[in-house]
C-alpha cells in the first residue's frame, strides 16, 4: 500500500491548511487494459502517459481500446472541512472517474481540462481508491471524427487535487480556474476591462472580493473589492487603467490579475493587446499590421507520443522561433497550457483549433446529424475558449479544417458554432481552413486556403493565375495561404518534374523544391495576411505506410531539421544569420554530376570545393546553386559568408559500398 501513498499528503496531515492548494497527482498509478480482466496484469505508470507509444517505433500495434488507470489517495483528517476537486488537464479521449467505486462524471474530448468535486465521496482519515476508466476507441459522437492524427489514449496531462475552503472561486467552469478577463477597449492611452469571477460556497450566501491588477514593473494598477454572491453565477468586476503596456510579440508584456475570495487567492497571467484584421491592411495588433509568419503543429513527438512536458513545449517554441516565424496553428485541437504560457512569454502569436476538421480519406466523415455530435461540439467549443481565455498569445479561434460541406445541415451546424464564438469571446476573430469552393468559406471572419498546386494537382506557377483570381474576385476577405509537402505516398503533379540531380534521396528534394517554388510565388503577395506552413514537425499516424505524415519541416523528433527549416530561417530570421550546404543527410552519391545548393541571408557567399573557388548562381531569395560539376571520390565542400561558414563532405561512388 505505501506506492499509493502521497507522501506530500501524509505529511501535509499533521498540519491545517489556510487556503486553496494543488498537489500533483501525477505518480503511483496503476494500468492495464480492460481485456486484461486481472489487478496481476497492471504496471506502474506515472502521468503524463499514453499506451501506444509502441506503435510509435514499429514494435507494436496501433490500440483503439479502453484502459484503466488506478491509485490510493490518503486524504488526512484536517481536510474534512475542506472541499476537494479532482481536474485532469488531459485524457484521450473519453473518461469516467470513479472515486470510492462512486461514479464523478464522464468528460467526452481529449484536449480539454475537466474538473469534478470529489468531498462528498471521501473518506477522511483513510486510503481512498481512484479509478480513471479511459477509452480511445473511434465513437461518432465524440469530435474529431476524422482525423489523420494518431489519437494515443491515456492520461497524457497532468493530474491535480485542489483542495480549498467551503467558499471559494470554482474550478468546475469548464475545467478553468474560475476567472475570465474581458478585454472591453484596449489603445495605447487606456485599457478598458472587467474580470469575470465565479464563486461558490457551501455555506455563505455573499463574500467580500479583491481584485488587484499587477503591472509588469510589479507595481499595483488596480485593486477594487466588493461584497459578491456564491452562486456560482458570473460576478462582473470593472477596472479600467491609463497608459498601459501592451502586449506584442515584439514586447510581451504580461499582467498579474490577482482574486482574493475571503481565504482563497489565485492569481491569472494575461496581457492586453487589441485585435483588428481587414482585406487592406491585414492582421494587426494594437493598430499596427503584422506580417504573420506562421507554421502548423500537432499534438506529439517521437519516443512521448503525445505525453508532451512544459520542458518539450518549451524546445518547440524555441525552434519555431529560432526559424524566424512569429506564429504557430495548434491544429484540430489545443496544446496543454504549458505551451501557451510560453507563447504569452515569447511573443508568439496562436491560433488553437476546434475539433471539427476532415483528413482526406473517403472511409471519413466529420459530421454526423445528430444531438450527441453536436453537443459534444459545443461543450468542446466551450471549453476550449474559456481554458485558453486568459492568454494574450491566442489571437484567433479554428472554427473548422478542411470540411467538405456535404449537407445543409452541417453549413447550419458551423455556422452556429462560429455565432457561439463570437458570443463566448468577441475579441478574437474566428478563423478556418479551406479546400472548398462555396459558401463555407464565408462564415468565419479569416479564411485559409490550403493549396496543394504542384503537389496533388497542377503547377506551382498556377499559383501567380490563382492569386489574380482571389485578388480581382474574392478581394473582400482577409484571406491567408497554407501549404506543405512531404514523403511522395502520392506521385507529385509537378515537383518532380523540377528537380535536380536527386541522388538517393529523393524526398527531401522533392519537398525542397516545392517550398522554394512557393517562396517564389508568394515572396511579393499583397493579398494575404499571413503564410502557414504545413508542417512544423512529422507527426505520427497510423493512417499512412510510413505510420507517419512527413510534411514536417523537422522530423518527429522535434530536433532534426530538414533543409526546408533553413529556407525559411534565411528568409524569415533577420536577428541572426543562415548559411546551410543542403543535403547533408544524403552525402553520398551515386552520379558524378552534381551541383551544390545552399541557403544563405549573408550577401556574396563564396563556395569553395575541395579548396577551389566555384562559381554559384542566385536562384531564388536566398537560394544558391553551382553549375553543374563533376565529382568523384571524398569532396570537401565549404561555403563562406561574413563570419559564418558551413562544410560537408560528399562521397561519389559505389553507395552501397561506402556506406
Known amino acids: 500500500m505505501k506506492r499509493y501513498i502521497l507522501t506530500l499528503l501524509a505529511v501535509m496531515a499533521l498540519f491545517s491548511v489556510d487556503a486553496r492548494e494543488i498537489y500533483s497527482l501525477n505518480n503511483d498509478w496503476r494500468f492495464f487494459f480492460k481485456e486484461e480482466n486481472s489487478g496481476d496484469a497492471a504496471r506502474y505508470v506515472n502521468i503524463p502517459h499514453t499506451w501506444n507509444l509502441d506503435a510509435l517505433t514499429g514494435t507494436g500495434t496501433y490500440r483503439q481500446t479502453t484502459a484503466s488507470y488506478l491509485r490510493e489517495l490518503y486524504v488526512p483528517a484536517d481536510w474534512s472541512s475542506k472541499r476537494l476537486f479532482l481536474r485532469f488537464h488531459g485524457v484521450q479521449s473519453v473518461a469516467d472517474v470513479f472515486v470510492n467505486g462512486e461514479h464523478c462524471g464522464e468528460h467526452c474530448g481529449g484536449w480539454t481540462a475537466f474538473t469534478f468535486e470529489i468531498t462528498d465521496k471521501l473518506r477522511f482519515d483513510n486510503y481512498n481508491s481512484i479509478h480513471v476508466l479511459v477509452s480511445n476507441a473511434y465513437r461518432n459522437d465524440v469530435l474529431p471524427t476524422s482525423t489523420e492524427m494518431n489519437l494515443y489514449g491515456g492520461i497524457y496531462r497532468d493530474v491535480e487535487l485542489i483542495v480549498t475552503e467551503q467558499t471559494t472561486v470554482t474550478p468546475m467552469f469548464y475545467g478553468t480556474d474560475g476567472i475570465m478577463i474581458n478585454q472591453k477597449a484596449v489603445s495605447r492611452e487606456r485599457v478598458d476591462a472587467e474580470a469575470v469571477v465565479y464563486l461558490t460556497s457551501t455555506t455563505e450566501p455573499t463574500c467580500n472580493v479583491t481584485l488587484s491588477v499587477v503591472g509588469p514593473d510589479g507595481y499595483v494598477t488596480v485593486r477594487k473589492s466588493l461584497r459578491a454572491k456564491t452562486d456560482g453565477k458570473a460576478v462582473s468586476i470593472p477596472f479600467a487603467f491609463e497608459t498601459p503596456e501592451l502586449w506584442s510579440p515584439s514586447s510581451p508584456k504580461l499582467y498579474d490579475v490577482q482574486v482574493v475570495a475571503e481565504m482563497d487567492t489565485l492569481t491569472i497571467r494575461t496581457g492586453f493587446r487589441k485585435i483588428e484584421v481587414t482585406p487592406e491592411k491585414h492582421f494587426m495588433l494594437n493598430g499596427r499590421t503584422i506580417p504573420v509568419k506562421g507554421v502548423t503543429v500537432h499534438h506529439d513527438r517521437a519516443v512521448v507520443g503525445s505525453a508532451l512536458t512544459a520542458q518539450h513545449s518549451k524546445e518547440d517554441v524555441d525552434l519555431i522561433r529560432n526559424m524566424g516565424a512569429n506564429a504557430l496553428r495548434s491544429t484540430t485541437a489545443p496544446h496543454a497550457q504549458h505551451l501557451y504560457d510560453y507563447c504569452d512569454e515569447q511573443g508568439v502569436l496562436v491560433w488553437v483549433d476546434f475539433p471539427l476538421t476532415q483528413a482526406p480519406f473517403l472511409s471519413d466523415m466529420s459530421y454526423f446529424s445528430t444531438h450527441r455530435f453536436e453537443d459534444n461540439g459545443r461543450q468542446q467549443v466551450r471549453e476550449i475558449i474559456a481554458q485558453n481565455y486568459n492568454h494574450p498569445s491566442v489571437v484567433m479561434w479554428g472554427l473548422f479544417s478542411l470540411l467538405k460541406p456535404r449537407s445543409e445541415h452541417m453549413l447550419e451546424f458551423v455556422r452556429e458554432l462560429n ?241
Open 419 to 659: 455565432g457561439l464564438a463570437k458570443r463566448l469571446d468577441p475579441s478574437r476573430p474566428t478563423v478556418a481552413c479551406s479546400n472548398q469552393d462555396g459558401d463555407i468559406n464565408f462564415i468565419t471572419d479569416l479564411i485559409v486556403w490550403q493549396q496543394s498546386l504542384g503537389w496533388e494537382r497542377g503547377k506551382i506557377s498556377d499559383l501567380g493565375i490563382w492569386q489574380e483570381l482571389l485578388s480581382s474576385k474574392w478581394n473582400h476577405l482577409c484571406q491567408a495561404v497554407a501549404y506543405g509537402a512531404g514523403r511522395a505516398d502520392i506521385e507529385p503533379a509537378d515537383v518532380a518534374a523540377h528537380t535536380h540531380h536527386r541522388g538517393n534521396n529523393t524526398t527531401a528534394i522533392w519537398q525542397r523544391n516545392f517550398h522554394e517554388g512557393y517562396v517564389a510565388e508568394l515572396i511579393d503577395n499583397k493579398i494575404f495576411w499571413g503564410i502557414w506552413l504545413n508542417n512544423m514537425f512529422d507527426f505520427g499516424s497510423t493512417r499512412y505506410p510510413s505510420g507517419m505524415k512527413t510534411t514536417g519541416i523537422v522530423e518527429m523528433d522535434h530536433q532534426t531539421r530538414k533543409d526546408t527549416y533553413f529556407l525559411y530561417r534565411a528568409l524569415w530570421n533577420h536577428s541572426s544569420p543562415t548559411l546551410h550546404i543542403n543535403g547533408k543527410a544524403n552525402p553520398y552519391r551515386s552520379h558524378s554530376d552534381q551541383t551544390v545548393r545552399f541557403y544563405s541571408s549573408i550577401a556574396e557567399p563564396v563556395l569553395l570545393i575541395n579548396g577551389d573557388s566555384v562559381k554559384i548562381n542566385n536562384v531564388g531569395p536566398c537560394q544558391y546553386e553551382s553549375d553543374v560539376i563533376k565529382m568523384h571520390g571524398e569532396n570537401h565542400i565549404e561555403v563562406l559568408a561574413g563570419s559564418q561558414s558551413d562544410r560537408m563532405t560528399l562521397t561519389i561512388g559505389n553507395v552501397l559500398k561506402s556506406r
